[in-house]
């Protein structure tokens, strides 16, 4: 998938140049130079790849391609493109004279990455006849109606306790509540239907009794999404990407002005922390949620109402959760809202020995380097002190 790499020092450079199987002297050549905009095209031809090497050299830019590009030994290379914004975006203007190997699509895809890298995309969701503006980083807030869930399980199990905390946490400034009746912790035990049900419907039906904040119930069950709608529910958030039940998307169907948040994740809630491996770790997790957001627009279901997760502590090592945080500005590459839910999960207490309910420090560390790339939404367990630590983030970018 094409894509805008982030890349924070030349170790990190000559990995990628590895990848993509440049020659050593490449790798020590160009290394440097990748500490501007780095642009990774995937399948390039090889006429394609030659004519990108030499426009981006002739802008004082450069070009990486896989060794046998040059003398045309290899059929076809992935590219990365080295330069700045302007460079980029005159190397478009370049190729819109290209008519051929493929360069008018590689061309949209340069304009259409630049634009979300740097913020350009201003995204609204239209759920319900409503409008949730995302031009900011807003928050979710996480409503647990369980006895089992690693941080607050069993706190608000109780209705009207759920109830209360939902309204508390809108009043605090989140734009979205996210309730569940089945915990996703690692090694959790699934419900039945009507247990979850009996857990999520009341508390549903109270918060949109008292308030028109933005409800998401979190489940993998279609019947559960099915009611959960039917009496308030505004979006639904699947942590297996539609997988776990193949009738979900029929609920999507059925309720078009509704969103979906598709996560990645490695496994189930049951396996997914039994050896979890990647061979490329961005890589794989964006070509996965490509494919869920494809499978969802061949159903029908608009990219518009889509959110994409990268699952942070679903099937992921410490190294996984560290990698997706460094490079979140990659997941712009997906054209959809981006959320983060990394609220007090245990990779925190592997930086710093905190229980869960220590790990506030750390959660506000990851709002701070979502809202600085640009991150829609993160999802959060406590409201208050994250509200506004993004609004001073906000005042210090504003300023004028």
Same mark, same amino acid.
């Given at each position: ?6 890349? +924070?020092? @030349?170790?990190?450079?000559?990995? %990628?140049?590895?990848?993509?199987? /440049?020659?050593?002297?490449? #790798? ?9 905009? !780095?642009?990774?095209?995937? +399948? ?5 790849? +030659? ?10 830019? =450069? ?6 590009? /040059? ?8 590219? #990365? ?16 004279? $290209?008519?051929? &190997?493929?360069?008018? $699509? ?10 979300? &890298?740097?913020?350009?995309?201003i995204c609204e969701m239209n759920l319900n006849g409503r409008k949730l503006a995302l031009k900011s980083t807003r928050l979710m807030g996480i409503l647990n109606v369980t006895p089992d869930s690693f941080s607050d399980g069993n706190k608000y199990f109780e ?12 009043? %605090?400034?989140?734009?979205?509540? =996210? ?9 959790? *035990? ?19 009794? %008292?308030?028109?904040?933005? #409800?998401?119930?979190?489940? $993998? ?42 996560m990645h994740m490695q496994g189930t809630p049951q396996t997914m922390q039994q050896n979890p491996f990647y061979n490329d770790t961005i890589r794989e997790i964006t070509d996965f949620l490509a494919e869920r957001i494809a499978c969802c627009e061949a159903k029908?279901? @608009?990219?518009?109402?889509?959110? #994409?997760?990268?699952?942070?502590? &679903?099937?992921?090592?410490?190294? =996984? +959760?560290?990698?997706?945080? $460094?490079?979140?500005? *990659?997941?712009?590459?997906?054209? !959809? ?15 710093? =020995? ?5 790990? @506030? ?16 939404? /993160?999802?959060?367990? %406590? ?18």
């Amino acid at each position: 998938m094409n894509r805008i790499l982030v890349i +924070n020092d @030349e170790k990190a450079a000559a990995r %990628e140049l590895l990848k993509i199987n /440049v020659s050593s002297g490449g #790798i020590e050549s160009m290394a440097p130079k990748m500490n501007g905009i !780095c642009l990774k095209l995937e +399948n390039v031809r090889l006429p394609a790849a +030659n004519i990108l090497k030499q426009e981006m050299l002739s802008l004082g830019g =450069d070009a990486a391609v896989a060794r046998g590009v /040059v003398n045309g030994e290899v059929p076809v290379s992935d590219v #990365i493109l080295m330069g700045n914004a302007m460079k980029l975006q005159r190397l478009a203007g370049k190729l819109g004279y $290209q008519q051929y &190997f493929g360069l008018p $699509q590689i061309r949209q895809d340069i304009l259409r990455l630049l634009a979300n &890298f740097q913020g350009e995309k201003i995204c609204e969701m239209n759920l319900n006849g409503r409008k949730l503006a995302l031009k900011s980083t807003r928050l979710m807030g996480i409503l647990n109606v369980t006895p089992d869930s690693f941080s607050d399980g069993n706190k608000y199990f109780e209705p009207q306790t759920a109830i209360r905390r939902g309204l508390e946490m809108s009043a %605090e400034g989140a734009a979205i509540i =996210d309730i569940g009746g089945e915990s996703t912790r690692p090694g959790a *035990e699934s419900v039945s239907i009507e247990e979850e049900l009996a857990r999520v419907l009341p508390v549903i039906k109270g918060i949109r009794a %008292e308030s028109d904040v933005f #409800i998401s119930i979190d489940t $993998q069950k279609a019947a559960v999404a099915q009611q959960a709608i039917s009496v308030g529910a505004d979006l639904v958030n699947d942590i297996s990407a539609l997988r776990s039940d193949e009738k979900m998307l029929e609920v999507l169907q059925e309720f078009p002005a509704t969103g979906i948040i598709l996560m990645h994740m490695q496994g189930t809630p049951q396996t997914m922390q039994q050896n979890p491996f990647y061979n490329d770790t961005i890589r794989e997790i964006t070509d996965f949620l490509a494919e869920r957001i494809a499978c969802c627009e061949a159903k029908g279901i @608009e990219r518009s109402r889509i959110i #994409i997760d990268p699952g942070i502590g &679903f099937g992921k090592r410490q190294e =996984d +959760n560290l990698l997706i945080l $460094q490079r979140l500005r *990659e997941f712009h590459s997906l054209d !959809c809202a981006v959320m983060l839910a990394a609220s007090r999960k245990s990779f925190l207490s592997r930086i710093y =020995d905190a229980k869960a309910d220590e790990r @506030e420090a750390g959660t506000l560390a990851v709002t701070a380097q979502a809202a600085m790339n640009g991150i829609h939404l /993160v999802r959060v367990h %406590e409201i208050k002190n994250n509200y506004q630590l993004l609004a001073t983030l906000a005042a210090v970018k504003e300023q004028k």
